[in-house]
């Protein structure tokens, strides 16, 4: 069981613990003679870790992405924690837990998905209906779909994120749905329940949170479009208009071409869809940096990318 | 009763009935005399006149935003309509029907009033429940708030509008405002109710709906932040922390400068109801513009400000 | 055959001949009566008409983008002018000319098209020599892809105008393509002539070129990543990194999310590809706005877009 | 008297002397005991501090803004200097000078009064004249505004910073008021006095400058048309049409709403005012930025903000 | 001398008088017969035309920016004024006043050079002097100095625009020079005067305001450098450090790039500068577009440019 | 010869060889006495250096961009490494080879000047001919155009890189130029070899890459057009018109004024030209930066300027 967390390592302790090898370069030195650059990271955080002997050896005890059980002893070189890595092998995959290295979120997975495919249940259109069902019996679709975060930083970035975030949009559509009127309800929680499933693809989470190369390469809407277009492929007769309206959702979800949509909202299922996801996101986000902080401060530290202090103080 | 009306009008009509004088110039010609140019409108659209006799008998007879009696003949210059008015004169009082001249929410606005004094009954913190009696109980704000319109244009754009919107926000945080974890609910509704209330002085809607000289001078933002500190002051013992955040959600309801909102949302109730005003500014205005349009088209015009077409073909 | 041309209609001219359908409204009047409200159009623009009598009667002779043959009056309205019709018929599809409606390239293009295969049979690259060749013995495809269009407006907005885009910028990197190491070049062509393939759906031109449905919900990148994974199954064994960085030439050939890619360049051919698309697209479209001027001019008009005039004057 | 400044002090220093109380943060160690960990500040800089014994004796020493004797050494940590606290105590008042805390302009405060009071005297509109006596005649608010700076950083950020700011709008509106035609004086020299009395309130200054909770929450043009607002009452019939202009002068002065004006200047005296803030403020914050650089270098390093060098040499 | 003006004429007005030859196209008519499209235009705006008859002779009695003397009958097309032209010959020279073609500034021209020349007498470096005298004892430069209009549209677009621009910055820096220290008067009354230079190249206005070829393709910032570089060589021994800076107020008075500076100001002669002229251009066009309105009316039609209305109404 | 490069350097290592002086700061300590702040450079990067003891006599001993001898220990300090320097003198310039202080070219300048002087000898157009000949047979010039870099950073950042940029651009001209019609090749060849030239001045590479002073000032697009209007007088009967549309590819070249072009290209020459030169500088650019990272490697650093990772992995 791993007890060493990165967010404890100070300057002289000695490391021996198992952490994913997140970054992995074989580098020169002047004289001709290799060392290896490496990353070592765990659900606390990340560390730099270089190897000047046994260069070859070491190397070949882990590949990118691995759990790796190293030995070491860490300094500070221009600033910043770095581990002088002596020894490295391969960690038991019995004395893994994927919960140290990759957080997770706190709520229940099961109890999440339950609730999800109840509110699906209301769903009456036919060929929406056999769609999810399509989706949902494919248990590597329910494995993936279940386990992936919904995103690297920002908001539910952790496993079951990308479920959490579904659920919690469901719901929200499950309350307010009749709302407003002119919404196919059908349509709108299908393309909710789906909007996000590129994700599964986009990332990787195995030791650590990333995007993937086809994430990268291709941006979860023109993956979760794609897998959309396989499954319809098993529903008989799905009718081409409404796989056009649905494919939409997830096309126009992020509201604008600044924010990644190839096409801005054009039906007021897009609009809602759209409105609710980014509200979600945001709610989402601001509220787990908000409650990371001391909670006697009244306000938190700068959030760069949202740019202003948020205020806890009450 | 009003029966001629400007969407109707055609080149070679007689102009004969009671228009809203929305423009008035007195202009000179070269020749030294001077011609009036004026405005009509009533709740379908505007059309230009002139008056080259009796101009100062003519302009006598109405000021700006009056509702006046016209005579004339519609011909059509440079690509416009326009009206060559022989005859203007006050219109009678007793025979003035507002909604004739602006347009009117098809909603009942005692039933919709009703429900959100149901709504805000709910409050339990004493000092929000104080403040929306104080206003509440305050017959002129009462008055201003259940006519004044929501926006100029875009959404809620006529007498009811700000009651339709705020009442449809304060529905949504019913419905949903337990959704979210570590949100005051009694604040979150107490700024949705008033966070728009500067708009009763931002606009006029006598006779057309415009922005009055206030409006335009200070925005309804620090108009409405002006309304609340007033009223603040008949409640006793008001909360200073209280009144800086439910303030901080009026200031912050636009969610950035770019949007006019002299700071962003800094608080979890203001992140929600910059999102839940957007959200339902944004599908009020797009489902009005979409019920324009002809039903058997697939795509509405072009939508300027939006700047994209919407899909109504199902 | 068709001898009234839009642009040379002026008022009181009667209105004898055949026009494309390119718009249809039935409205009504205050007197609760129906009129309809059209658009006609040929390859020299459009006009706007007006039917007041046997309404039902002239409805059911044509649909939306139907050629039909019409009978009218053409006067001028609100400064625009306006056709009243009397009468309208299908066309004899036999006595219709495309070229008549819809503008067509000024290039043979049968020997654009062999010019486009001759530089794709450099391509030595099995998997990509296979996926072109099983689009190009797809008849359907082929009759799409050298007729399409390459925008509405902007630059080869043409019958052929797709081919004659994609042809250029292949004739360009068969003459640059070894001119910067570390490119794949086999890559680099495949994804050239298959990056605006989803144009094919996303435009339709059967009587005026517009977008389609499909083509305003999803937009041509996310169509043409679908029509390259269907064909791609059409390839044994077609390697699935070949596909990633394959389709990422069509994800990211915008240049970036401003200008609707869901994500930038990411590899040297992306990079490149956006590079020679921006330049062909650029170059074709300002030469033909020059083009369209008069050649005794020293400037074009004022060019809205791209809010400028250019320089004719040598 | 302290003797020991910030930007003076090196890793191995022994850290004795008094400090403001910048941060302070109460944190758990992995053992479950908790460490406290604080900034301390004065006019030149911030240290980073950490506490790890006598916790919480040392943390009831001090609250935030606090002035503090603190006892410690100094030591480099993750590449930033961090002192390990051994004692802190409540500084003696007597013995604070606050100017070791918070730099103040090297101007004559009571001087700039005094010539900003005869520069007022001027003013013949007895409205505004009242108005200006009203504030001025109210010592709190004269402590104030003699004290508050102009900015956390970029110009004018010093004790005296606002009294110093505006004379030297008022300076420049007294030389040049009568430049330009149909300008009303008395307005333009009223709106540039007060434009910025809502940063008295924005900012606090007491021990080191930062935004006050209702600076960040409601933002000094907000607060500023607030105070405006009371005074007025003071004065007997102000003119309702006279505080609007007035009001809109403090609303636009910031000249659009990406700068934060919730209405950009609509009056050519919110035109000119904005016009001289902006020149004052970026007058004074690049000469002071230019200043602190080495005379000899012929370039100032670079301005992160206004993104460029200045050029020094001469 | 001219008695009819463009914005007094109506459809149907005879025409009969001299006007500015503004544009003029030699078109085809579908029967290949040839047609003339001309602008004519006079100090109070433009007039389409067309010629059907005796077109070559009529195309032979005038080029581009000459001022003729037209026969022809006033009527409305599409929605605009358009003269059909039934002669056409040139207007005799001694019969022409520049002053009924071009707009003129409403203040004496000589007396505004001469309290130019009083301010420049300040300068002692003697370099700076000599320039100035270079430039101001080249009467080519003089008579070009104090025709040109300082903009073809938003502010001083008039002739003597230029002088009456200059001398309003020289006035004002006169009065506030000394205001900021670090200052070198010299240089900055040398570049204010010089700043726009370049305008004399990239306007012209024999018949109307419009750019010249080169104001188009190099602009004046590029022109008025060039100007500078070749005064300079006649002056003996310029120092080189010194004509630096002098052309980098002229690079960077537009303040940034995005405003068609190749550089910011980076000297505080440059970033005072760039506030004058940036201040007194924005005075001069808002103040002129404010006095063209009704005075009777509170608010100024919307400026399209700066996109608010202006207030009025005092 | 210089053995020790700055990248190799470690805390702890004696510091004994030549440097460029690329920073050099006298400031005071509190004490009083004057301390040295210097920055050392070669080839590989940048140290940060400080003198305590002999100032004055050190700091005699070398003035900014000299090539100084240097001894001292490197430590680290505030997280970087910084060396205490014992003593500087001046290196022999017998012993100095600039290629250890500044990169260069990996490709061979005087093939690749030969090659461009090769493919400009297919001008025909007499006035290009001998402008270019006027350029190529000044040796200062041609001294300065084959040894400038093309930028301080981004792309072509060495001793030959403007030499590099101008000779692939030539190139792609020449294989590329009769693609688009309407183009006059000898123009665009023309401007393409001079589009740069300004940066011989902007630009000092004497011991390491910087702007000098006038290029900070003037920016190159100026400068280039004053070294081109020098040349032009040396031309007989140079043609105005050409000298223009030449000058405006100069002016144009970097495509808007966002990215600093005073006027947006507005000759089918000028689009083509901006277009060739961003894919060349691009092109160079991440390909450099692509190739500097480890080959084993999926992906590239993130890259701050273009904003994302760069994909290496196939």
Request: a negative charge; charged letters at 25%.
């Amino acid at each position: 069981m791993k007890k060493q967390f990165i967010d404890q390592i100070k300057p002289g302790d000695t490391l021996m613990d198992m952490f994913a090898l997140s970054g992995k370069n074989m580098l020169k030195k002047k004289d001709g003679n290799s060392y290896l650059d490496i990353m070592l990271s765990d659900r606390t955080g990340s560390l730099k870790g270089v190897v000047w002997d046994n260069v070859d050896q070491i190397s070949a005890a882990g590949a990118l992405r691995d759990i790796v059980r190293v030995e070491g002893v860490v300094s500070e070189y221009r600033g910043n924690l770095q581990a002088v890595i002596k020894a490295m092998k391969p960690a038991a995959s019995n004395e893994i837990d994927p919960g140290d290295f990759v957080p997770k979120t706190d709520k229940d997975i099961g109890a999440m998905f339950a609730r999800l495919q109840k509110i699906i249940s209301s769903i009456q259109t036919s060929h929406f209906k056999k769609l999810l069902e399509a989706f949902f019996t494919d248990e590597a679709f329910v494995s993936g779909f279940t386990a992936a975060p919904a995103a690297k930083k920002m908001h539910h970035a952790y496993i079951g994120g990308l479920l959490e975030h579904t659920l919690s949009m469901a719901i929200l559509i499950e309350k307010t749905g009749k709302h407003y009127g002119g919404i196919d309800g059908d349509l709108l929680l299908t393309g909710a329940v789906l909007h996000d499933i590129g994700k599964i693809e986009e990332f990787q989470w195995s030791s650590f949170i990333d995007y993937s190369d086809k994430g990268r390469l291709l941006n979860h809407i023109v993956i979760g479009c794609a897998m959309i277009d396989e499954k319809i492929k098993e529903v008989k007769d799905f009718p081409e208009k409404a796989a056009l309206v649905l494919k939409h959702l997830i096309v126009s979800h992020h509201g604008s071409r600044a924010f990644g949509s190839p096409e801005p909202p054009k039906t007021l299922e897009a609009v809602l869809l759209n409105a609710i996801d980014d509200m979600d996101a945001k709610m989402n986000g601001i509220r787990e940096f908000i409650m990371q902080q001391d909670p006697d401060e009244s306000w938190t530290p700068y959030h760069r990318l949202l740019e202003r202090h948020f205020y806890i103080g009450k």
